[in-house]
Every structure is written in structure tokens, then in C-alpha cells.
């Protein structure tokens, strides 16, 4: 069922609150995603979830308008990301346009699958994703890689879909899982890995963008709510404020990401997904631990 709408009677104190955490969680999102080459939805979902909940809305629409919104930042985050990288030529823009091309299209398909299941489901379904792919990198040695990978147009084509698909179902842009399929199966050293991964995203989060879109808005979420104003599932104050900071600190992270060594590189991008992965499965209430 649809909440009631408040149309232009906000709460002024929720509404700035949020926007300053927004602002902030930008700057955190933005520095993430070029550094790590993800869309940095493990940081703002969670946020944004928190926020929607915290100020009165139903979980399940809450999770959703999280995921449209995600993706409609990753878009500006990526581009922003993906020019750096590729300054610094590591950016393999075929395979990333294939792997994109084929990824929006799966990212339409989850995004519209995701509009019907319940909001419970895709929190937990969000951090069991993040934790496996954490599980995966850890255990999985990732081969010696000298040289870029070789051009197979079709078995990017055939990763690109389900990525997608995975993407639209849990709203992220993609570079978390597509970062360890491009270093364990397609022989991405782990730089090439995260510059491709912004170029995969930037096509990635807007199929899953429109989808959520669009089912938003035949699911009938439209207009002012109480955490401000909706388009299908895509709040449009949220996603001007971790906009604005997102976009120029990925240039930020970009040039971090070139300063650290592969290891180090890829370290940090599994605390990091860990943490946000055992978090949104409840795994820290559930032991009563204040993380």
C-alpha cells in the first residue's frame, strides 16, 4: 500500500537533517567509486534506507526508492570516474561498452523483478550479494595477469546480462560484482579491473534507473511524499544532495586509487564491502554489537 503524501508540508528539521547526511555521505560515496571503481550503493543504500525509515516510511518502499535513487547517482559518479581512469589508460572501453550494453539490459529485467518482491527480501537479498562477493575475492587466488585481457566480445556478453541482471535486482551499479567477475574470470589486473568497471556502470545503472523508474510510476509512487519528491522510485532531493559531492570527490578517489598498490587496493575494497554486507543482513544486531 502507498503512504500517504504530504504535499509541500515537509517536517523542515527531518528534511535538512537528511540532506546534511546526504551531503556527507556523497563525499563517501564519490571518493569510494573512483578509488574502488564501484557505484558506491553499499554506502548510500544503507544510508538512504535508514534515513526513509527513520522518517516514517514503509520499509518496502523505502529499500526501492534506496535502489532507484543509487543508481541515479552512480550515472553522474561514474562518468565522473571513468574520465579519470581513463586519462590514465585503464579504461578498456570495449569491454566495458559490452559488458554495459548487455548489463543495462539485464539491470531493465531486475530492476522490474525487484519492483515485486517484498522490501525485507531485498535488504537481506542486498547484503547477502555484497558478503558473497567478499567470500568469493577472498578465497578465490586471482591468476598472474601481465598483459590486458584478451578481446572475447562474447563472453563479456554473456557476463554483462546476469551482472545486470544482479544489479537491478539489488540496485547497485554493478562494480562490486562485476569487479571480481573481471579479475577471477576475464584476467583483469586489478587497476584495468576497477577503471572498465566505471565505464560497465555508467550504462549498468541506467537500465536500472529507467526500470525503477517505470515501475515506480505504474506502481503509482509519483509526486511529494514526506521525504520529498518522487519519481517512480527515484527521490530527487536525495539525489541532488549526494550528487553534489559525489562527482567531485570520484575525481578524488581516481587519482587515490593510483597511488595505492594492487594489494592494497584490493584489500580495502573488501573491508569495505564486508562491513556494509554484514550490516544490511543484521548480522551486528543480531550478535548486539553498536557497529
Not at 527531518?14 to 571518493?31: E, K, S
Not at 554483462?160 to 562485476?178: D, E, H, M, R, T
Request: charged content about 10%.
Amino acid at each position: 500500500m502507498t503512504p500517504t503524501k504530504r504535499r509541500g508540508n515537509f517536517d523542515t528539521m527531518d528534511i535538512t537533517t537528511a540532506i546534511i547526511v546526504f551531503l556527507i555521505t556523497g563525499i563517501g560515496v564519490g571518493f569510494t567509486s573512483g578509488m574502488l571503481g564501484v557505484g558506491g550503493c553499499f554506502i548510500m543504500t544503507p544510508a538512504q534506507y535508514w534515513i526513509y525509515t527513520t522518517m516514517g516510511i514503509s520499509n518496502d518502499l523505502a529499500i526501492k526508492v534506496a535502489f532507484g535513487t543509487s543508481l541515479f547517482v552512480v550515472l553522474p559518479t561514474a562518468m565522473s570516474g571513468a574520465l579519470g581512469h581513463t586519462k590514465r589508460g585503464v579504461v578498456c572501453w570495449k569491454a566495458g561498452f559490452i559488458l554495459g550494453i548487455t548489463g543495462a539490459a539485464g539491470a531493465v529485467v531486475g530492476s522490474t523483478i525487484a519492483a515485486h518482491l517484498p522490501g525485507e527480501v531485498l535488504v537481506v537479498a542486498f547484503g547477502c550479494v555484497v558478503t558473497a562477493t567478499v567470500v568469493r575475492m577472498l578465497t578465490a587466488k586471482p591468476p598472474e595477469v601481465k598483459d590486458a585481457p584478451k578481446d572475447r566480445p562474447l563472453t563479456l556478453a554473456a557476463w554483462g546480462f546476469p551482472l545486470g541482471i544482479l544489479s537491478g535486482i539489488v540496485g547497485i551499479g554493478g562494480g562490486v560484482i562485476a569487479i571480481p567477475v573481471m579479475i577471477l574470470a576475464l584476467n583483469f589486473k586489478i587497476h584495468h579491473a576497477v577503471g572498465t568497471s566505471t565505464a560497465f556502470m555508467i550504462f549498468a545503472s541506467l537500465g536500472g534507473l529507467l526500470g525503477y523508474i517505470y515501475n515506480g510510476l505504474a506502481a503509482g509512487v509519483g509526486g511529494a511524499y514526506q521525504i520529498g519528491h518522487l519519481v517512480g522510485y527515484v527521490n530527487l532531493e536525495s539525489w541532488l544532495a549526494l550528487t553534489v559531492t559525489s562527482v567531485p570527490m570520484a575525481r578524488v578517489g581516481v587519482r587515490t586509487a593510483h597511488r595505492l598498490p594492487e594489494t592494497q587496493l584490493r584489500y580495502i575494497f573488501i573491508v569495505a564491502m564486508l562491513y556494509v554486507g554484514l550490516k544490511m543482513m543484521g548480522v551486528f544486531s543480531y550478535l548486539g554489537l553498536p557497529i
